[in-house]
Structures are given as C-alpha cells and as structure tokens.
C-alpha cells in the first residue's frame, strides 16, 4: 500500500536535491497547497491591531491559498537562498562620515536572484519530467506568506523575531515559493519554535516593535521606518541611528545566527561604499545618479528622497557640525520631508554648536528662522518650531 502511494509522486526527493544544488539554490522544501486556515485569524488580528506596514497583499484570502494560484495546482516549493558571506562578517565602516544599509541589501537585488534561480529551477524540472508544467513564482511581491509557506515545507522555525531560522544558515535566507501542478511528497516541518525560553531579540529591538513574542508592530519597526514616505515620527529619529536602509538588530543578537554557515553565491558579496555609504554623497545624489549606484540592490525601490531623509537623521545623530552647511541647503527643498528633517537635523547640534561654533549657531537660528516664515506646510512648520525651541 505504501509503495503504491509512493509511486503517485512525479519527483523524489533525490531527484529535487539535485536539481537544488545544479540550480545554486540552498535550501528546499516542499509542502502541499492546502490553504493555511489557521493564518486567517493571525492575519486578521494582525491588520485589526494596526501592526501592517502596507506592504503586505491586501487580500487576506487569496494570501493562505496557494491552491488558487495554478489550475491543477498540486505541490508547492519552498526556496532558501543565503546571503551571508564570508565577506559579511569582516566588513568594517570604511573612514568618513557613514550610515549603514542592512545586510540583506548589500549586494544584489534578491527578488532578482531568486527569481533566476527559480526560473532555473523550472527548467530542470520540465527536464526531468519531460512536459510543460505550470507554476506561480513568488519572491517577497506575492500574496503568500512566505515565511509561513517555508515554515510548513520544513526549511525552518519561526525565531521570535518573527524570522525563519533555518539550521544551517540561521535566519540570513531570502524566501520564495513556487505553486505547481506536479505531485511532490511534502516535507515535514519543525515542531514549532526552537527559541526555548531567549529573548535576546526582544530585549534587543531599539523601538519595542517585537510587541510579543512572533509579532512585529511594522509602524514601530524600524526596518519598515526606514523604507516610509514623509516624516519619520520624531521618537524613532534617534533610535535609527546611522540607519540608512533596513534594520538587522533582532538578527544580530540571535544565538542561532552565531555558528551559521556562509553564503556560497558571488551575488550577495558586499561592496563597503555602498554598504556604509558616505553620507554627505548621499545628500547630493540625483535621482539617476541614485539609481546608478544603488539600482541593483535591494534599497532602491522607494527612490532617492527615502535615502536622503534617513541620511539627514544620521547626519543629526552623529551631531556631524561639518555638514551644517550642505543640511541647511535642503530647509528650501521641494520636498516637505526634507525641509522639516534638515530643520531637526540641525537642531541636534545645537548644543556642539553654540559651544564650539557659536557665530555658526546664530547662523543655523536665522536660516531655520528665515525658511519658518516662508514655508506653506503646517507639518514642517512644526518641525521648524519644533527646532527652535529645542536650540541647545
Ligand atoms: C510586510 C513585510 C515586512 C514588514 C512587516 C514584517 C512582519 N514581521 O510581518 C516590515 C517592513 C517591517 C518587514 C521587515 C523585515 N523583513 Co519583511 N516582509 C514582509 C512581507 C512582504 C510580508 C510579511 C507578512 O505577511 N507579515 C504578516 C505577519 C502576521 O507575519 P509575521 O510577522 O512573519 O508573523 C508570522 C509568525 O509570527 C507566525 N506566528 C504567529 N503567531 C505565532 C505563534 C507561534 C507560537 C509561532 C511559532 C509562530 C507564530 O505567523 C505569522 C505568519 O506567518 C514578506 C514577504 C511575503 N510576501 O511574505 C517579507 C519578508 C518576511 N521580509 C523579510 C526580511 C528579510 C525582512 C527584514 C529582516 C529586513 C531587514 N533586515 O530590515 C525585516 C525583519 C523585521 C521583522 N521583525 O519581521 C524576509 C524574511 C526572511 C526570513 N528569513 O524570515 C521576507 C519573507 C521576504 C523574503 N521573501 O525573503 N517586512
Ligand atoms: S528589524 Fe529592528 S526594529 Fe524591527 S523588530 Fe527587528 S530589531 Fe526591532
Ligand atoms: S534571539 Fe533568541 S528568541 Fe530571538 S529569534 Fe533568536 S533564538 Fe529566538
């Protein structure tokens, strides 16, 4: 009876983890397309509470049916591709004034990379089978859940930093998944968490936005502050610190992540001037000349003002006197978000200025002043207001 059950899977497993390591895909796991029931209440107490960051799917039933995704859908494919390097763990800032991009976006695009390695992976298997097959790929942009989808294939457990950890490369693994109508026997995932009683994540998080074990709250997290439109809340400001895109503290700090093997692809390899990128230069990119830099990676999709917005923030948190001048040129920006944080900016440097640099001081109060009076925003009005009175 077994063996007649066996043999109703077009693919073995043997067959799947050579197509793996062909396609330079790390990890794999497979699980059915039965729809992930018990998502809906957690996803829609997660919107209800507010903790959304918008990038979400709206759709909360298409995003726990995979079934629905390819006609005669069967099996699904869960990815993992690692992406820290031999190189990641002997980065240094380079000298100069700095801020830093996440690791995940230190090399290439991983939607990009994914998507390749997928589309490979598609290849070998209409080989291997001998047919066409129909598939829906998805990298981060689908409407799954892709950790849930990796948790339930078995790549890994759900650490309380909401990450999947995976044994081999903890929780450094991009997701992505693929929909099928080939039969393949499903794995089987872990039971539950292996965080025991840590809380190093928890307690680590600058901003509290691991408001219970398993749940981020996105409008706390700084991760998703990085990447939002317009002002950033003013009690996040310090609190991002020389973040300039994404936030890897709750990954840092993970015990699981210490012994964690490296990334053995070429595409996430880092480049220093771009990972700790020299924050005056920030200020002073165009927008082609962002997407020159940066096009390729992962921190370019939300444009050049997100970037310069966060580099004004770090400017200000390392009280950088030097670039006073360059910060004082953005108080007549087009952009509201850049007037009102140029004025913040400065604003935490009085205290250097008035002892160190006091005809300066004067200086910055007329220009902020001056950019007060003619500014048309009642946000950055505050935000100029704001700067006066906290002068130093
Ligand atoms: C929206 C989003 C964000 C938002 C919200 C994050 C979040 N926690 O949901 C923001 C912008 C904050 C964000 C940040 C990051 N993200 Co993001 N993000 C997504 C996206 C698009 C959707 C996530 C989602 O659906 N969340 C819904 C909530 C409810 O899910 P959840 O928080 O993960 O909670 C799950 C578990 O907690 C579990 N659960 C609930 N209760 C319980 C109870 C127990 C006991 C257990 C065991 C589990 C459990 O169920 C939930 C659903 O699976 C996915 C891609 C995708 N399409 O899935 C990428 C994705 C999750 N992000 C990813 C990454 C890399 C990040 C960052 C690490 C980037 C960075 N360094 O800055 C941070 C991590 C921050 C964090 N604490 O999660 C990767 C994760 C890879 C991995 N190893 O887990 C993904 C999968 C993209 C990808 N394809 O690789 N992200
Ligand atoms: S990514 Fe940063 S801010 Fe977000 S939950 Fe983790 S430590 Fe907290
Ligand atoms: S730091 Fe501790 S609690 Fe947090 S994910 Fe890692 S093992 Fe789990």
């Not at 996803?43 to 390819?70: C, M, Q, W």
């Not at 695009?109 to 829906?136: F, P, Q, S, W």
Request: charged share 25%; glycine share 8%; hydrophobic share 40%.
């Amino acid at each position: 009876m077994q063996n007649q059950l066996q043999t109703q899977y077009e693919l073995s497993h043997e067959q799947l983890e050579k197509m793996r390591a062909e396609c330079g895909i790390d990890l794999i796991g497979v699980t059915t397309v039965e729809p992930f029931s018990e998502l809906l209440p957690v996803l829609t107490a997660y919107r209800d509470k507010g903790f959304e960051s918008g990038f979400e799917h709206p759709v909360i039933e298409e995003r726990i049916d995979p079934g629905n995704l390819v006609p005669g859908a069967k099996s699904m494919l869960a990815i993992a591709i690692a992406y820290y390097t031999e190189d990641h763990a002997s980065m240094h800032r380079p000298a100069g004034v700095r801020g830093v991009l996440s690791k995940y976006a230190w090399g290439l695009d991983y939607h990009r990379v994914l998507r390749d390695k997928m589309n490979l992976l598609i290849g070998a298997m209409e080989n291997e089978l001998g047919r066409t097959i129909a598939c829906h790929l998805s990298v981060d942009t689908g409407p799954l859940v892709d950790r849930a989808v990796a948790e339930r294939a078995g790549i890994g457990w759900f650490g309380k930093n909401c990450s999947i950890i995976t044994e081999k490369y903890g929780s450094w693994v991009f997701l992505g998944q693929l929909v099928t109508d080939v039969l393949i026997e499903p794995g089987r995932p872990y039971e539950g968490s292996l965080c025991g009683d840590c809380d190093l994540c928890i307690r680590a998080c600058p901003t509290g936005a691991l408001v219970d074990p398993f749940t981020t709250d996105s409008s706390r997290c700084l991760s998703y502050i990085t990447q939002m439109k317009g002002l950033v809340p003013l009690e996040f400001r310090t609190k991002m610190g020389t973040r300039i895109w994404g936030c890897d503290t709750c990954q840092v700090v993970c015990p699981s992540n210490k012994q964690a093997a490296n990334a053995s692809g070429e595409e996430f390899r880092p480049e220093p001037e771009l990972a700790f990128p020299e924050l005056t230069a920030l200020l002073g990119l165009s927008s082609r000349e962002f997407k020159n830099e940066f096009g390729a990676t992962a921190a370019a999709w939300r444009g050049v003002n997100v970037i310069k917005r966060n580099a004004l923030i770090a400017l200000g948190n390392l009280k950088q006197v030097e670039a006073v001048p360059r910060i004082l040129e953005f108080l007549t920006n087009d952009r509201p978000e850049l007037r009102g944080t140029a004025a913040w900016a400065v604003a935490q440097m009085m205290e250097r200025l008035n002892r160190d640099r006091p005809g300066l001081a004067g200086e910055v109060l007329t220009q902020v002043r001056l950019a007060a009076e003619k500014e048309t925003d009642p946000a950055v009005q505050d935000e100029m207001q704001w700067a006066f009175t906290h002068n130093g």
